[in-house]
Nanobody
Framework: QVQLVESGGGLVEPGGSLRLSCAASGSIGRITGMGWYRQAPGKQRDLVAGLTTGGSTINYADSVKGRFTISRDNAGNTVYLQMNNLKPEDTAVYYC?????????WGQGTQVTVSS
């Protein structure tokens, strides 16, 4: 059974920072990609940042470029999202995603609220 355990969400004031973590465990196979998506109320789930493990390609949504950084640990099973200079429009549920070949796994989601 595959598990993706997320942590690090919460309430932060505009301009603040948060760091999300997602640890993958179980029979996940060879991980080929890792990423973070977010979904605000009434909106679709969109990619925030993603990376491929083979070619080390990293992509960011235009709205977070220069503020967010995605990374993974040396073991390759944990992915992080460092979020700086947070804005109210970053408020959403953030989901971790891990792909192994054609299979995508999702975390349970963690709420990020940016408000004064």
């Amino acid at each position: 059974q595959v598990q993706l355990v997320e942590s690090g969400g919460g309430l932060v004031e505009p301009g603040g920072s948060l760091r999300l973590s997602c640890a993958a465990s179980g029979s996940i196979g060879r991980i080929t990609g890792m990423g973070w998506y977010r979904q605000a109320p009434g909106k679709q789930r969109d990619l925030v940042a993603g990376l491929t493990t083979g070619g080390s390609t990293i992509n960011y949504a235009d709205s977070v470029k220069g503020r967010f950084t995605i990374s993974r640990d040396n073991a390759g099973n944990t992915v992080y999202l460092q979020m700086n200079n947070l804005k109210p429009e970053d408020t959403a549920v953030y989901y971790c995603s891990v792909t192994s070949g054609w299979v995508r796994y999702w975390g349970q989601g963690t709420q990020v609220t940016v408000s004064s």
